[in-house]
């Protein structure tokens, strides 16, 4: 099969001994964002207006902060919170400037004083603060750039799967894939693929996932009798390290061997 450069990170990691190849690839997309995120993206407007914009997840600060480039996410956190500040509290400082004659302190007790005898007022502040937390809470720039390079990512799958045999081939014999990627992949056969085609695939994937469920649970559990004093001297097999393999399994891609 002749490799083009936008399959070639699909057939990397569809050759690579794993649990999930696109948890391989979320990975090498993941690792990608963060190190740009504190280098290049430092210098481009564009990324600049998105992180500003929209900020990061939990997670991804976790990681960004792991990186131990402190300039680098402190600039970002800087313009970030100076652009979440004015979201939330620029027509209410505008509120308060009106009412303030005094301190800043009194001037939002008078300003709450005087919206609770309103109370189509004080739930107009409630729904546009909780609006835009809810908005920072839901929006990440580097959940976003994963999500779309694993779009990509997933075309290509699609592509390799209806024209290349021995990607099919190759697919059918790797172990499966974790429950999210595997969600993934049928909800993109059902766009990408004729009603003919879906049966194929189907018959092509969902055996291999059974099988591999099946392995995991019957390693997990071999893991669990390896601590009776019967089992001491017989063999891990593939058990020894069951349980991180199985919880990525289960829920996907989850760096536990930073933890």
């Not at 024209?163 to 172990?175: C, D, G, Y």
Request: glycine fraction near 2%; proline fraction near 3%.
């Amino acid at each position: 099969m002749k490799e083009k450069i936008y399959t070639i990170p699909v057939m990397d990691a569809f050759h690579t001994d794993c649990e999930c190849p696109l948890c391989i690839l979320e990975k090498k997309t993941e690792d990608e964002a963060i190190e740009y995120t504190l280098g290049p993206s430092m210098m481009e407007p564009d990324s600049r207006i998105q992180s500003n914009e929209k900020g990061f997840c939990k997670n991804h600060y976790k990681l960004l902060y792991a990186k131990n480039n402190r300039l680098s996410l402190a600039l970002i956190l800087d313009t970030h919170i100076l652009e979440t500040n004015k979201k939330l509290f620029f027509d209410l400082e505008n509120k308060l400037n009106e009412l303030n004659k005094h301190s800043h302190a009194n001037g939002i007790k008078k300003l709450f004083s005087k919206f609770s005898s309103k109370p189509s007022e004080t739930a107009d502040i409630f729904h546009q603060l909780i609006d835009v937390l809810n908005t920072l809470e839901n929006t990440c720039v580097i959940c976003e750039k994963i999500s779309y390079t694993m779009k990509r990512y997933m075309d290509v799958i699609y592509y390799l799967w209806q024209n290349e045999k021995e990607f099919k081939e190759l697919m059918k014999n790797k172990k499966g894939f974790c429950l999210p990627h595997f969600k993934i992949l049928l909800e993109g056969a059902k766009q990408h693929l004729s009603s003919n085609k879906q049966w194929e695939f189907l018959t092509d994937v969902l055996p291999t996932q059974m099988e591999n469920m099946k392995r995991i649970q019957e390693e997990v559990n071999w893991f669990t009798k390896k601590f009776d004093y019967r089992n001491n001297d017989a063999p891990w097999g593939n058990s020894k390290d069951a349980v991180p393999r199985a919880i990525e399994k289960n829920v996907g891609f989850s760096r536990l061997e930073q933890e």
